[in-house]
C-alpha cells in the first residue's frame, strides 16, 4: 500500500473540520490591506507626503523594527512596510493548524484509528501540509486581488500576497518536522513557535542598522527576512520565491522521512529517562507543573529580552524621523499616547511585547488541556491532588510567567534605552514599569484560555483566535479608522501608554477583575466537567 493512499479523504476531514476557523483567517486577513491602503491614502494624500515618509520610514532604526524595511515610497510601499507583521501572524496560524491535524490527532489516539484503515502512513502529514500550504496561497491570492481592487500595481499586489503567505508555507513544514521529533503536541508546538521568535529576532536585528549594515545578512536567516525581501512595488525579486518553496520542500521531505523511522505515537528524539527516584520536588503537582513549563517559561523570556534589548536601542532614533513631518508625529501619538515622541514610540513597542507576552500566557493556559488530551492529567488526578490544585499549578504559569518575561524585557529595553541617552538611572524604571503595566491585559487572555478550557474545552484553541483579533486592532485597528466601541474591545486599548503617559489605576483593576472572573469561571467548569472528555 502506498504511502499517500488516503491523502484526499484526509484532505476533505481537515477542511470539514476547518470549515469555519480557516475561511474567517484568509478573508479578514487577505481584505485587512486593501482596508489599510484606503486609510493610508488619508493619512499622506499626496505624493510630497509619501516621498517625505519614505526618506524617513524607510532609513529610521525605529520603524524598521518594528514594521521591517521599505522599499518603495508611494502607496503600495507604505502598505508593503506596514503589513510587514502579516507574516508573522500567518506562521502562527500555519503551525497551529498543521500541529493540530498531525500530531494532536495522535495524542487523542485518533490517528490510531484512522490507521486502522484503508490509510498511508504519509496520508495525515501529507494532507495537513497541503491544506496549509493551500490556504496560505488562497490567502495571497486575495490578498493580491483586494489591493488591485483600490488601485494598487498587480506586479506589487501579487509579489506582496505571496510573499506574507511564504513565511507561512516554510513555517507549515517547520511545524511538519517539529511534529516527527517529539511525543507531544505541546511540544512540537514550542518548537515551532521558538523557531519562529528567532526568526523573527534574526529579521529585526538584521533590518534595524539598514541594507548597509554589518549585521543585514541575519535577515537572510530567517524565513519571516525573505518575505521582506521580495520588495513588494519595488523592484521585485521573484528569486526569493524560488528560495522559499525549496525550504519549504527541504522541510516537507524531511519531516516524511522521519515520520516513516518513527513509530506512531512516539517521536525521533527519545524521552529523557529520569533517575531512578524522583527529586523531591516531583512530589507535588506544582513540581511538575514546573518541570513541563520550564523549557517554555526559559525561551518566551530570552526571546522578550532580546526584543527589548533591540527596541530600546532603536527607541530614541525616532526622534529625527519625526522631525518635519507633523503627520507622522500624530499617528506615533494616536499610538502612544499624548506624551513625548519617544516615549510614545516607546510605549508603542512595549505594547508590541505585552502581545507577544500574551501569546505566551495563552500557550501555557492551554498547557492543562493538552495535558488531558494526551491521558496524563488523569493519572495524576487519581492521586491525592485535587481539580483545583492541578489548575493552580498550571495556572500559576500563565500568569506569573508572563511576569518574568515582561521584566526581563522592560530590564533590557531600559538598560539598552538607558545607554543610549546617558541615563540608565532614570530610564530603566520608567521603561519596566512600561513593560510590567502591560500584565493585566495578558492576563484577560489567560483568563479567556482558562474559561475556554473550563467551559467549552473542545473549542479551548479558539483562545488563538481571540488573540489574533486582539493583534490587528492594536496594529492597525486606529488606521482602518475603527470606532472606538472596537478599538475598546481590545484589553490592551485600556493599557496606560507608559513611559510619558498618564497612568491610572483605575482601567488596571478592572481588567484584573475580568480575568478574575474569567480565571474562576473557568475553575468552576474544570470542576463540574469530566476529565478529560469535557
Not at 166 to 188: M, Y
Not at 406 to 420: I, M, R
Not at 506 to 520: D, M, R
Request: proline fraction near 4%; charge should be positive; include cysteine.
Amino acid at each position: 500500500m502506498s504511502a499517500l493512499v488516503g491523502t484526499r479523504r484526509m484532505v476533505r476531514l481537515i477542511l470539514r473540520r476547518d470549515r469555519f476557523v480557516m475561511p474567517l483567517w484568509i478573508v479578514l486577513l487577505g481584505l485587512l490591506p486593501a482596508s489599510l491602503a484606503s486609510g493610508t491614502r488619508d493619512l499622506y494624500p499626496t505624493l510630497a507626503q509619501q516621498e517625505q515618509y519614505a526618506q524617513t520610514a524607510g532609513t529610521n532604526p525605529t520603524f524598521l523594527a518594528l514594521y521591517g524595511p521599505l522599499h518603495a515610497s508611494g502607496i503600495g510601499g507604505l502598505i508593503a512596510q506596514r503589513v510587514g507583521f502579516f507574516p508573522v501572524v500567518v506562521a502562527v496560524i500555519s503551525i497551529l493548524t498543521v500541529v493540530r491535524h498531525t500530531r494532536t490527532e495522535e495524542d487523542a489516539g485518533r490517528r490510531e484509528l484512522l490507521g486502522a484503515t484503508v490509510l498511508g502512513r504519509q496520508a495525515g502529514l501529507a494532507a495537513a501540509l497541503l491544506v496549509t500550504v493551500c490556504a496560505n496561497l488562497v490567502f495571497g491570492l486575495l490578498m493580491a486581488a483586494g489591493l488591485m481592487g483600490v488601485g494598487l500595481p498587480a506586479t506589487g499586489s501579487y509579489a506582496l500576497g505571496f510573499g506574507c503567505a511564504l513565511g507561512g508555507c516554510v513555517f507549515a513544514a517547520l511545524a511538519g518536522l517539529a511534529a516527527q521529533l517529539t511525543e507531544g503536541a505541546g511540544a512540537a508546538r514550542a518548537i515551532a513557535l521558538g523557531a519562529l521568535g528567532a526568526a523573527f529576532v534574526l529579521r529585526v536585528a538584521g533590518d534595524v542598522g539598514g541594507p548597509d549594515s554589518g549585521a543585514a545578512w541575519l535577515s537572510w536567516l530567517s524565513p519571516i527576512g525573505w518575505s521582506h525581501a521580495v520588495r513588494a512595488y519595488g523592484d521585485e525579486r521573484w528569486w526569493i520565491f524560488g528560495l522559499g518553496a525549496g525550504a519549504t520542500l527541504i522541510l516537507a521531505v524531511a519531516a516524511a522521512a522521519l515520520s516513516a523511522r518513527r513509530d506512531l505515537g512516539a517521536g525521533i528524539l527519545p524521552a529523557r529517562l529520569g533517575p531512578a527516584q524522583a527529586s523531591p520536588r516531583l512530589s507535588g503537582a506544582f513540581g511538575l507543573a514546573w518541570r513541563l513549563h520550564r523549557g517554555l517559561l526559559l525561551g518566551w523570556t530570552i526571546t522578550l529580552a532580546l526584543l527589548g534589548v533591540v527596541y530600546g536601542g532603536v527607541a530614541d532614533g525616532v526622534r529625527d524621523m519625526m522631525n518635519g513631518s507633523p503627520q507622522l508625529k500624530e499617528m506615533f501619538q494616536r499610538m502612544g499616547g499624548q506624551s513625548a515622541i519617544v516615549d510614545a514610540t516607546l510605549a508603542a513597542m512595549l505594547g508590541t511585547i505585552g502581545l507577544i507576552a500574551a501569546a505566551y500566557a495563552v500557550q501555557a493556559a492551554l498547557r492543562m488541556r493538552s495535558e488531558e488530551t494526551g491521558g496524563r492529567a488523569e493519572p495524576v488526578l487519581a492521586t491525592a491532588v485535587g481539580r483545583v490544585t492541578w489548575v493552580a499549578s498550571h495556572l500559576g504559569f500563565a500568569l506569573l510567567g508572563p511576569t518574568v518575561a515582561l521584566a526581563a524585557a522592560g530590564v533590557t529595553a531600559g538598560l539598552a534605552h538607558g545607554a543610549n541617552t546617558d541615563d540608565v538611572g532614570g530610564q530603566l524604571p520608567r521603561v519596566l514599569a512600561g513593560a510590567m503595566v502591560q500584565l493585566p491585559a495578558v492576563w484577560v487572555l489567560a483568563g479567556v484560555a482558562m474559561a475556554l478550557v473550563g467551559l467549552a474545552p473542545r473549542l479551548a484553541g479558539a483562545s488563538w483566535a481571540v488573540f489574533a483579533a486582539f493583534l490587528l486592532v492594536g496594529q492597525v485597528g486606529v488606521l482602518l479608522g475603527l470606532s472606538q466601541k472596537v478599538l475598546d474591545l481590545s484589553p490592551f486599548t485600556h493599557i496606560p501608554r507608559l513611559p510619558g503617559g498618564h497612568a491610572s489605576a483605575t482601567p488596571l483593576l478592572w481588567l484584573t477583575l475580568v480575568a478574575a472572573v474569567l480565571v474562576v469561571a473557568g475553575l468552576v467548569g474544570v470542576r463540574r466537567r469530566d476529565v478529560p472528555v469535557g
